[in-house]
């Protein structure tokens, strides 16, 4: 055989093309070797016509997009890719069926997924068969035939209460700059700890990075998205409020920390101490142990307690105002530094219950005069 020969070792090699591919074989015998080569060709044919294994694609998607994932969603990601492997493990690419991960998918929402749950392993789902297309020669993505199952509980984000921002505006001093500057600039709260004095000229905020925490300490990275990257006007009560902040800071200096960043625990720290003196906490129920004892002998716990609002929903605050005002919703994208008007349309387009109420009130007033008008 041409393509026959015995290396120095004393295997015999034979080289084999194969869907395209030149492989090599090696065996003590031509009849191992010939065996080798039929297995492979088996194999070939079993992929030509079912894909490559789900695994194989799914793992080397992973391989392929890890590095390019941002630290805070990369746990979220890798845990899809391992519950995707979990369903479809061994099973080649086109014996995947849309039927199959409808079923997947249905079995979420029986087990109480919500809508943006399911919606992620649904698109992760979509990446990996998209992956495969593009790069190892699949040829059809049946996920884009999928549609979600209807009826899932969907978790809105809404504004804080009335008196939360009340309190909040009653009392900047301290670290009440940093829920400050989510309501009065739109800030995310990794933007806001990412604060250096630099950032800030004349009635201009410069937002260009932002604090990512990995575990417990602070990193800082560039923004979620290009179009984070932005310019917000200094408002008016937030103004004297930076003014007295920045005086005794360095330019490199952070507005929150110093030199450095504050790490996650001292934000959360100073976060609760804040909401406890707005006396908006409640008690969670849980206990921590103190290391001490009573005088009867028994431990004694500490309550944990956890405030009634985030920092960030203070965000949706200054979202709910640009609304209010009337700020087109173009303009309102660019100040929030959403990549997607619709995030800024479904999201945070939504009327506050007094204006609700206050609609209620008018459109009252318009059917009573009708009823009256009818009656006369």
Not at 217 to 232: D, G, L, M, S, Y
Not at 324 to 334: H, L, Q, R, Y
Not at 353 to 370: C, H, P, T, W
Request: glycine share 8%.
């Amino acid at each position: 055989m041409a393509n026959v020969k015995r290396r120095a070792d004393g295997l015999i090699e034979r080289c084999r093309t194969i869907n395209g591919k030149k492989r090599h074989f090696y065996g003590r015998t031509a009849r191992e070797v010939q065996a080798k080569i039929d297995a492979a060709i088996a194999e070939a044919a079993t992929i030509k016509e079912k894909g490559e294994s789900f695994r194989t694609v799914a793992e080397d998607f992973w391989r392929d997009k890890e590095p390019r994932i941002k630290y805070g969603t990369r746990r979220g990601y890798r845990h899809k890719v391992e519950l995707a492997i979990a369903w479809f493990g061994d099973f080649g690419m086109r014996e995947i069926s849309a039927t199959d991960i409808s079923r997947e998918l249905q079995h979420m929402a029986k087990q109480g997924s919500s809508y943006k749950t399911i919606a992620n392993q649904k698109s992760v789902l979509s990446l990996i068969w998209q992956y495969w297309c593009s790069e190892m020669g699949g040829d059809t993505n049946p996920v884009t035939l999928l549609r979600l199952p209807q009826g899932l509980p969907q978790k809105k984000r809404h504004p804080p209460t009335e008196e939360e921002v009340r309190l909040v505006r009653r009392h900047p001093e301290g670290f009440g700059l940093c829920p400050a500057l989510m309501m009065y600039a739109g800030l995310r709260l990794g933007e806001v700890m990412a604060l250096q004095k630099q950032d800030i000229q004349g009635d201009e905020i410069s937002v260009s990075k932002a604090v990512v925490w990995h575990s417990n300490a602070p990193v800082i990275e560039a923004p979620k998205t290009e179009n984070a990257v932005r310019v917000v006007p200094v408002l008016a009560p937030l103004k004297p409020l930076l003014e007295a902040r920045l005086q005794d800071l360095k330019p490199t200096d952070y507005l929150f920390g110093g030199a450095e960043p504050l790490t996650k625990s001292k934000y959360e720290a100073a976060w609760l101490r804040y909401c406890t003196a707005l006396g908006c906490v409640y008690d969670t129920g849980r206990r921590r142990a103190t290391g001490k004892t009573s005088k009867d002998g028994k431990p004694l716990e500490k309550k944990i307690m956890a405030a009634t609002f985030t920092a960030h929903q203070l965000r949706h605050e200054y979202a709910s105002v640009l609304v209010e005002c009337g700020i087109p919703e173009t303009v309102a994208k660019s100040l929030m530094g959403h990549a997607d008007i619709m995030t800024t349309k479904r999201w945070y387009a939504e009327a506050k219950q007094s204006n609700v109420a206050a609609a209620k009130d008018i459109l009252d007033k318009y059917f009573e005069g009708r009823t009256e008008a009818a009656g006369a």
